[in-house]
């Protein structure tokens, strides 16, 4: 009886160390606290806001918005070329030439008119003596600088030979304008030259097609 005491009190003692001993316990480690969004970096990178734009296309000007813009403020020196666009015949026809004074925009301009299927090519650029087509004789213009433009292909006569356009000096009496001319009608070629009161002023050349019909280049100059 004794022996049977002893043994199940060991056995007691034995089941007792085994429940409260904590390196046999199979517990899942505690999980990490969840990120929150301060301490998460972000992958998503957000671009700068656009700056803001001029509803107006960037080749129409402020000041006259159904100008389509070919050749921006600047000073040519060098040749400046505006591809022809129109396949002869027919040859376009300047029917038209006429001077105005945007004193509020700071300008003065000089349009021309040409009847036909689409704006004739042309070259422009500033020259020391604008001369006379086929013949090279100078063209007396007054002022300080001299600016030419030529078309082609373009005529400034009708099917009879006769002028489309007054022939001779134009002096419309502006600030820069001092006075523009026709130079040549000559083989397709027509040409003007410019004097400005000016060495050399800014230009800006422009197109626009009327609701008549005609297709009109314009050639801008700053009153400075």
């Known amino acids: 009886?004794?022996?049977?005491?002893?043994l199940l009190a060991a056995t007691a003692l034995l089941a007792a160390c085994t429940t409260n001993d904590p390196t046999t316990a199979s517990s899942a480690p505690a999980a990490p606290p969840a990120s929150t969004a301060q301490d998460t970096p972000s992958t998503t990178s957000t671009a700068p806001a656009a700056p803001a734009t001029n509803d107006k296309?960037?080749?129409?000007?402020?000041?006259?918005?159904?100008?389509?813009?070919?050749?921006?403020w600047g000073v040519p020196t060098e040749e400046?070329?505006?591809?022809?666009?129109?396949?002869?015949?027919?040859?376009?026809?300047?029917?038209?030439?006429?001077?105005?004074?945007?004193t509020a925009d700071g300008y003065e301009r000089v349009t021309f008119a040409f009847r036909g299927a689409n704006f004739p090519g042309y070259r422009f650029h500033y020259v020391k003596q604008v001369v006379q087509d086929g013949s090279g004789d100078p063209v007396h213009l007054p002022g300080r600088g001299y600016f030419q433009i030529v078309f082609n292909p373009a005529s400034a006569h009708d099917d009879a030979g006769k002028a489309t356009v007054p022939i001779g000096l134009q002096r419309?009496?502006?600030r820069q304008l001092s006075g523009y001319q026709l130079a040549g009608d000559y083989e397709a070629y027509v040409t003007y030259g410019f004097g400005f009161a000016a060495s050399r002023p800014q230009v800006r050349i422009g197109e626009r097609k009327r609701p008549d019909g005609t297709y009109v280049v314009a050639v801008d100059v700053r009153r400075a």
């Open 57 to 72: 296309p960037a080749d129409t000007p402020a000041d006259d918005p159904g100008l389509a813009i070919r050749y921006n």
């Open 172 to 174: 419309p009496g502006f």
């Open 80 to 102: 400046v070329t505006v591809a022809d666009r129109v396949s002869v015949p027919p040859v376009p026809v300047l029917v038209e030439v006429k001077a105005g004074d945007h």
């Open 1 to 6: 009886m004794q022996r049977l005491l002893t």
